[in-house]
C-alpha cells in the first residue's frame, strides 16, 4: 500500500522544499516594515500589546515614536478607548511562533519589541507551518477516497494553480492558516462520526474555535459537520438520533469552541462594554444581502475569483460527480459552496481590498478539493486522450497562475484595481505599458460601503479637471533636461541631431515610461496640501499669531521638486515619501509672499567627482527648492564636525562604509544613486530599536535612487558608523551620494 501511494509523499516534500527555498530567497529581501503591513497589523496587535506591554488599551503608543505607532492600526470609540477591530483568532495561530522569537530577541541584540527582524521570520515561517499542515491533512482526506495519482494531482494543482501558492509565501493574511484549519476540520469530521470520543471532540471544538474566530464567515462550516454522510431525508431524520445519542460529545464541542471564543469576549467587554460587538461597524463596512454582487466577485477582471483562479471551475464541476464517490460530502458541498460564496460577494467591498486575486475564496480550497479530485479521477479513468488533456490543461493553468504571480508582483496585474483592457495590455509582458494605467477604473468606496458599486477613470478625470495633456507633460519634461544631459549628449552625438531634437526623443522615453504616473502629480500634490492643512493647522495658526496674519493669510502649496516629478518607477511609495521628504524641506509663507525660514543650515553635503584629480571631493550644496509650510521641528543643519570618512562604492565593492562623529542629532538620511539590482542591507551602531527604513524609489534608466532614514539613540556622543552593504558578491556603483543630518 506504502508503494502506491509514494507519489502524493513525495510531493507535499516537493512543496515543502520550494516554499523553503523561496521563503530562504525572499526573506534575504524582507524587513519588518515589510511584513508587518495592511490587515496583518491589526491580527498581530494582540500580541505584543498584551505580552510585551501588558496593555490591552494600547497606552503604551504614547510613550513610543510615530514609527512605532505606525505599526498599529486602533480604531477610537466614543467611550476614548482604541479599539483593534479585527478579530484575535490569528494571533493564537502566530502565538508559538512569537514566543520564540520574543525568547531569541530577548537574548540576542535585536529589539524585544514585536516588530524587529526575529519576529517577521516567524511570522513568514509560521505561514509555511500552517500550510505544509494544511496539505498533510489533505493528503489524508484524499486517499481515503481516491487513487494516489488522483491525489498528488490535486495537491499539485491547488498549491501551484490556485492563489494559494501567492498566500503561502511571505504574506501572513489569514487565508493560508484558514486552509489549514479547513483541513484540519474536515478531516476530524470524518474521524468524529466514524469513531466519536473525546480527543476528537476536543480538537474539533478547538478548530471550529479557531475557524470562527480567525473569520467569523468560516463559520458555515459547521454545515459540513451538521449535513456529513447524509444522503437522503431518511439520513437526516437518523443524523438527529445520532447527534442526540452523541449529546455529550457534541457538548463537549460547543463548549471548546466557547473557550477559545473567551479571550475575544473579554477583551471587547473591557475596550467597548460589551461582550459582542460589531467591530467593522466603526469603519462602516457591512453585508448587503439584497445585492450581492455575484457575477462580479465570480467573474469581474478587477478580482473574480474564477478569473484568476480558472482552475476551480473543474472542483465546481467535480461537486457533480460527489453523486458516486465521495456521496458522503454531497449535500454539505451544496449548501455550503452556494452559501459561501453569496456571504463573500455579498460584503460591501467585495474584491477585498489589495492581494492577488479574490483572497476571500482561498480558505475553503481544502473542502473545494474534493470534488476537485472527483473531477480528475472520473475524466482520468475515461480514456488515455482525457487523462492526457486533463494533465495539459492542470499544467497551462499552473503557469498561467505563475505568470500571473509575477505580472502581480510587478504591479502590471494591480493589485486593487483592474479590468479586461488593463488584463489583456500586458498579458505578455512583466511591468506595465504606458497606456496601463489609463485602462484602470477606480472604484468609489464611499458609496462601496453604501452597497453601490461604480467606477471611474480618473486619469481622464484628472485630465479634465486639471487640464493635463501628454503635450504639457512632455513640455514639462523637457523643461527639466539640460542640454548636456548624457542621454541627450549621446542621442546628439549618435545621429547628428539638434539639442532640441534629442531633448524630443528622451522626453518621449521618459514619459512611455512613466507615463501613468505623471497623470497623478498634481493631484497628488493638491490632496497632500489638504491633508497636511489638516494635520498642522495648529502649527499654522501659530505662525498667522507670530507674524500678525489673519486666518487664511498662510497659503499651502506643495510642489514635487522636479527631478522627482517625472521619474517615480512605482507611486506605491508616494505618501511615505511625501510625509518624511516634504516634513524635512519645507519652509512658510505669507501672503505677500515673504519667506518666513525657520532657524538653520539649509545646507547639505555631497561627495562629487574631481575630474581634475582623478578622485572624489566633498562640496558643500545649497538647497535650493523652496515650499510653502516647514515643520520647525525637523530642519536641516550643518552635517559634519570634526574628522569623517566616507568610501563610495564602486563595481568592484560591496558596500558603502560611513563614519560622522559628534552625532547628537535624531535621523540621519543618507541619499545616493545606485546601479545594480542587488539588495542592500543596512548595519550600524547607535541605532535605536534597530530602526532603519529604506526607499528606492525614483528610477533613471539604470539608475536607483536609494534613500536610507536611520533614527539614532537619544543622547547619544558615540560616532555613528554606517555599513550599507550589497547582500551578494554582485556589488554595486553608488554616486551623487548625500548625507542629512535632521533633528527633531
Known amino acids: 500500500m506504502k508503494k502506491t501511494r509514494i507519489w502524493s509523499a513525495k510531493i507535499i516534500w516537493i512543496i515543502l522544499i520550494i516554499s523553503i527555498i523561496t521563503n530562504i530567497v525572499n526573506t534575504r529581501k524582507i524587513r519588518p516594515d515589510k511584513v508587518f503591513i495592511w490587515d496583518i497589523k491589526s491580527y498581530y496587535a494582540y500580541l505584543p500589546a498584551t505580552i510585551i506591554h501588558g496593555d490591552v488599551h494600547l497606552d503604551f503608543l504614547k510613550e513610543y515614536d510615530a514609527h512605532y ?57 509560521s505561514i509555511l507551518f500552517y500550510v505544509m ?51 484540519a476540520f474536515i478531516l476530524y469530521t470524518i474521524k468524529w462520526h466514524k469513531n466519536s470520543k473525546l480527543k476528537s471532540s476536543i480538537i474539533l471544538g478547538v478548530l471550529y474555535g479557531l475557524l470562527s474566530l480567525v473569520r467569523p464567515t468560516n463559520a458555515l462550516i459547521v454545515f459540513l459537520f451538521i449535513l456529513y454522510d447524509i444522503k437522503s431525508f431518511k439520513d437526516l431524520a437518523d443524523k438527529v438520533l445520532f447527534f442526540l445519542r452523541k449529546w455529550k460529545y457534541v457538548l463537549i464541542i460547543a463548549a471548546m469552541t466557547f473557550v477559545i471564543w473567551i479571550p475575544q469576549m473579554l477583551y471587547w467587554k473591557e475596550i467597548t462594554g460589551h461582550y459582542i460587538y460589531y467591530s467593522y461597524g466603526i469603519k462602516k463596512a457591512s453585508f448587503f444581502w439584497d445585492n450581492p454582487q455575484l457575477f462580479n466577485a465570480l467573474f469581474s477582471f478587477r478580482k473574480g475569483w474564477l478569473v484568476y483562479t480558472p482552475v476551480m471551475v473543474f472542483a465546481l464541476a467535480g461537486i457533480w460527480f460527489l453523486i458516486k464517490k465521495p456521496k458522503e460530502f454531497l449535500v454539505p458541498i451544496l449548501i455550503i459552496v452556494p452559501l459561501y460564496i453569496y456571504v463573500q460577494s455579498s460584503w460591501w467591498s467585495w474584491w477585498f481590498g489589495g492581494g492577488y486575486g479574490n483572497r476571500a475564496f482561498v480558505d475553503f480550497y481544502g473542502l473545494l478539493a474534493i470534488p476537485l479530485a472527483a473531477f480528475i479521477q472520473n ?30 508582483n510587478h504591479v502590471s496585474i494591480h493589485y486593487y484595481w483592474n479590468s479586461s483592457a488593463s488584463y489583456l495590455e500586458n498579458i505578455f509582458h512583466v511591468k506595465p505599458s504606458g497606456r496601463y494605467w489609463r485602462t484602470i477604473p477606480y472604484p468609489d468606496y464611499d458609496k462601496a460601503r453604501k452597497g453601490v458599486y461604480v467606477a471611474e477613470n480618473l486619469i481622464e478625470r484628472y485630465e479634465g479637471e486639471y487640464n493635463i495633456s501628454p503635450e504639457m507633460i512632455l513640455s514639462q519634461i523637457k523643461a527639466t533636461l539640460s542640454a548636456d544631459d548624457v542621454e541627450v549628449k549621446k542621442l546628439e552625438q549618435k545621429h547628428a541631431i539638434s539639442v532640441d531634437s534629442a531633448k524630443d526623443i528622451v522626453a518621449r522615453n521618459i514619459y512611455e515610461q512613466n507615463y501613468s504616473l505623471n497623470q497623478y502629480i498634481r493631484p497628488i500634490e493638491q490632496k497632500f496640501a489638504e491633508e497636511f492643512t489638516q494635520k498642522y493647522g495648529a502649527y499654522l495658526n501659530t505662525l498667522e499669531q507670530k507674524h500678525g496674519l489673519k486666518a487664511g493669510d498662510i497659503s499651502v502649496e506643495i510642489n514635487f521638486p522636479q527631478e522627482r516629478s517625472f521619474v517615480y518607477a512605482d507611486n506605491e511609495y508616494t505618501n511615505e515619501l511625501l510625509s518624511k521628504f516634504y516634513t524635512a524641506n519645507m519652509i512658510d509663507t505669507s501672503q505677500n509672499g515673504k519667506l518666513y525660514e525657520i532657524k538653520g543650515v539649509k545646507e547639505y553635503w555631497t561627495i562629487t567627482d574631481d575630474m581634475e584629480n582623478k578622485k572624489k571631493k566633498l562640496q558643500p550644496t545649497t538647497f535650493t527648492q523652496k515650499y510653502s509650510i516647514v515643520l520647525p521641528e525637523r530642519i536641516f543643519e550643518n552635517c559634519f564636525t570634526g574628522n569623517w570618512a566616507v568610501n563610495v562604492g564602486n563595481a568592484l565593492d560591496k558596500s558603502i562604509r560611513i563614519t560622522i562623529p559628534d552625532i547628537n542629532k535624531d535621523h540621519v538620511l543618507i541619499s545616493f544613486w545606485k546601479k545594480g539590482t542587488d539588495e542592500l542591507v543596512v548595519k550600524g551602531n547607535n541605532i535605536a530599536n534597530n530602526e532603519i527604513v529604506t526607499y528606492s524609489n525614483i528610477l533613471k534608466g539604470h539608475w536607483i535612487k536609494q534613500e536610507i532614514m536611520v533614527k539614532l539613540k537619544k543622547n547619544s556622543t558615540q560616532p555613528l558608523q554606517l555599513v550599507i552593504q550589497s547582500m551578494s558578491h554582485a556589488g554595486f556603483i553608488a554616486d551623487d551620494l548625500a548625507i542629512y543630518i535632521l533633528k527633531d
Open 133 to 183: 499542515l494544511g496539505f498533510i491533512m489533505l493528503r489524508k482526506i484524499l486517499l481515503r477516497y481516491f487513487d494516489d495519482f488522483t491525489t498528488t494531482l490535486t495537491l499539485i494543482v491547488v498549491y501551484f494553480g490556485t492563489n494559494l501558492f501567492y498566500y503561502s509565501l511571505y504574506i501572513p493574511m489569514t487565508h493560508a492558516y484558514n486552509f489549514a484549519l479547513y483541513a
Open 379 to 408: 475524466t482520468k479513468n475515461k480514456n488515455h486522450f482525457w487523462r492526457y488533456s486533463i494533465i495539459g490543461i492542470m499544467s497551462f493553468v499552473i503557469l498561467l497562475n505563475s505568470w500571473n504571480i509575477v505580472r502581480y
Open 69 to 125: 505607532n505606525d505599526y498599529f492600526w486602533p480604531s477610537k470609540l466614543e467611550n476614548g478607548n482604541k479599539l483593534i477591530i479585527t478579530s484575535m483568532g490569528l494571533s493564537m495561530l502566530y502565538a508559538p511562533f512569537f514566543m520564540t522569537a520574543h525568547i531569541f530577541a530577548s537574548i540576542s541584540s535585536y529589539d524585544a519589541n514585536g516588530y524587529s527582524y526575529p519576529y517577521a521570520y516567524a511570522l513568514i515561517y
